[in-house]
């Protein structure tokens, strides 16, 4: 079997924001990370393996760490930001180029910092609103949950539910 390297080229931390009908990166860190993969097949790369090379490159523990990896595909017009969730995922990232043969620069962003940012100005519009049950429900207890006005589930991260969404 041949082996051949695919490179990846991504920024570190950051947070997406629109420009017009565009979305770009705007990153923390103005340097760009690059890691190499040596294997047979472009299917070798999954998941976990990159995510774990990425920590290991960036100094950071990947059982504790949360990371969400996504990018700006070349191709897509407007501009808008495609998360890498699972394996298949991955593989389009990998098989995605442009005419030139160049692949989107991949940003991987800090969940855990981004999340407490999100959740605590969700939280904040919360006891600007009101509650949306039924005098039934509120007499019931039904409908009651422990993050009721924030939109997201535990642990989730608000990119990843859009997502989702639009399935």
């Known amino acids: 079997m041949r082996s051949f390297s695919t490179n990846v080229h991504f920024d570190y931390d950051g947070h997406y924001s629109k420009d017009g009908d565009d979305y ?4 923390t860190d103005a340097r760009l990370y690059a890691i190499s993969f040596k294997t047979s097949s472009l299917e070798n790369i ?3 393996l990159l ?6 490159k960036m100094g950071l523990d990947p059982f504790s760490k949360r990371l969400n990896l ?3 595909p070349l191709a897509v017009e407007p501009k808008r930001q ?3 969730l699972d394996d298949e995922d991955v593989f389009v990232y990998l098989t995605s180029v442009d005419r030139e043969q160049r692949r989107s620069i991949l940003h991987v962003e800090d969940i855990e910092e981004l999340q407490i940012v999100q959740i605590t100005e969700q939280l904040s519009r ?4 009101s509650c949306s049950r039924s ?7 039904c409908g009651e949950e422990e993050n009721v006005g924030t939109g997201l589930e535990q642990n989730e991260h608000p990119h990843k539910k859009q997502k989702r969404s639009r399935l």
């Open 126 to 129: 919360v006891g600007e609103s």
């Open 70 to 72: 996504g990018y700006i």
């Open 82 to 84: 495609s998360y890498i």
């Open 46 to 48: 999954t998941y976990l």
């Open 135 to 141: 005098y039934g429900e509120r007499e019931s207890g």
């Open 51 to 56: 995510r774990e090379r990425i920590c290991r």
């Open 24 to 27: 770009e990166l705007n990153p």
